[in-house]
């Protein structure tokens, strides 16, 4: 089995804060993006963060996000520009970053997703790391 478009739609826009058309999802979680040197195991674990150099996860609210729409149902993408700190050292070390992860928190919190950078490297001291609007992509595919 999977998703009709319909059902696809409704899932992605309850999550993302644009509907409440499922109960359990009716509040939309904080979404927080984080980034990686290394890859998120399904459950969360296995990523890592940059913890100096001014790094932060950045909060996505519910107007950050493009609703899914009937044309695309399994498609999210972001509303505006992700821009972090601007770094005050080298983030790991200039270790290149490879992965974004979404999470429910600005620290720990619960692991929602994860995905490749289409462009990997590092975050240097003076740099800024933003995702352009519309680069991250959540799919249901």
């Not at 992860?101 to 003076?126: M, R, S």
Request: charged share 15%.
């Amino acid at each position: 089995m999977s998703f009709g478009n319909r059902t696809a739609q409704a899932l992605l826009n309850s999550l993302f804060g644009k509907t409440s058309n499922f109960g359990a999802l009716a509040t939309a979680p904080a979404i927080y993006v984080a980034v990686s040197s290394t890859t998120w195991a399904e459950d969360g674990t296995g990523g890592t963060e940059p913890s100096a150099g001014a790094y932060a996860r950045q909060l996505v609210n519910a107007a950050g996000w493009n609703a899914a729409t009937l044309a695309d149902p399994s498609l999210v993408d972001n509303n505006g520009a992700i821009t972090f700190p601007q770094a005050t050292a080298d983030w790991l070390s200039a270790a290149n970053l490879i992965e974004a992860g979404l999470f429910d928190a600005v620290t720990v919190g619960n692991f929602l997703a994860k995905g490749i950078l289409t462009v990997a490297k590092p975050v240097l001291d003076g740099d800024t790391l933003e995702i352009p609007d519309g680069d991250l992509d959540i799919t249901l595919d």
